[in-house]
């Protein structure tokens, strides 16, 4: 039942921001974990940032310092604030949500991505 929708994504020069969304539905919000990952092509998908029902978050180093994940549970929706864009970001940026209020076990749902591509 729970549906993830990503936007956000597009073209972007190296420095520039993004801001990524995730409206989700068909659950409750609330109380799951989400989170943001990532695949560029010819690698495998991987994470690149999470945050808990209780708004504690994780970032891979590659991001930290750069990327900001957030959530309004008022409006069923994820946030993935990315600056300071470097090309090694382009990728397909997924939203997913685990099953449980914490990121210790993989996400349960998928959205169906968005592009983000970095030119230099």
């Known amino acids: 039942q729970v549906q993830l929708v990503e936007s956000g994504g597009g073209l972007v020069q190296a420095g520039g921001s993004l801001r990524l969304s995730c409206a989700a539905s068909?659950?409750?919000?609330?109380?799951?974990?989400m989170g943001w990952y990532r695949q560029a092509p010819g690698k495998q998908r991987e994470l690149v940032a999470a945050i808990t029902s209780g708004r504690s978050t994780k970032y891979i180093e590659a991001v930290k310092g750069r990327f900001t994940i957030s959530r309004d549970n008022a409006k069923d929706t994820v946030y993935l604030q990315m600056n300071s864009l470097k090309p090694e970001d382009t990728a397909v940026y997924y939203c997913?949500?685990?099953?449980?209020?914490?990121?210790?076990?993989?996400?349960?749902?998928w959205g169906q991505g968005t592009q983000v591509t970095v030119s230099s």
């Open positions: 997913a949500r685990y099953a449980t209020g914490d990121y210790l076990q993989p996400p349960r749902y």
């Open positions: 068909g659950s409750w919000f609330s109380i799951n974990a």
